[in-house]
């Protein structure tokens, strides 16, 4: 049986150029603004016209006030750690553990949480409210997505 301790020391360093196998991005109406975002190294999310809420994900409508006249705003992609957990089994072809889900809150907004993956750290070394930073990573020349590492100390 894997244990967290016995993962403490397994650094995560992220896909490498070309080599993902996971899953990629079906773009949609309401989400294609945010990919090519990312293509362009840019971390871009809702944003409400009427009411200036930042959404994330993605979606048609303001959950705040019901409106439908969305922007788009660029974030610093800075943040804390939420929450995380290690996920020590394969549970979908092409991702292979051990590898780390988070749920970032972003700065800009108090409830603006992204769920993500951590990258570049050792496993024992992450912490609940940890300062995080975004990095972009094309994993296809058409692809690139969004992780987050540990913000120097």
Known sequence: MTTIESLSDTYIAG???????GPVPVPDRDSAFYWSGLQEQRLLV???NRCSYLIYPPVAGCPRCSGIDLGQRELAGTGTIYSFTVVNREFAPGIKPPFI????QLDEQPD???????VEVRIGDVRIGQRVHVVFQQVMPDVTLAFFTPEAS
């Open 15 to 21: 896909p490498s150029s070309g080599a993902w196998t």
């Open 46 to 48: 809702s944003a409400c």
């Open 101 to 104: 889900v988070a749920i970032v």
């Open 112 to 118: 603006l949480r992204m769920m993500t993956n951590l």
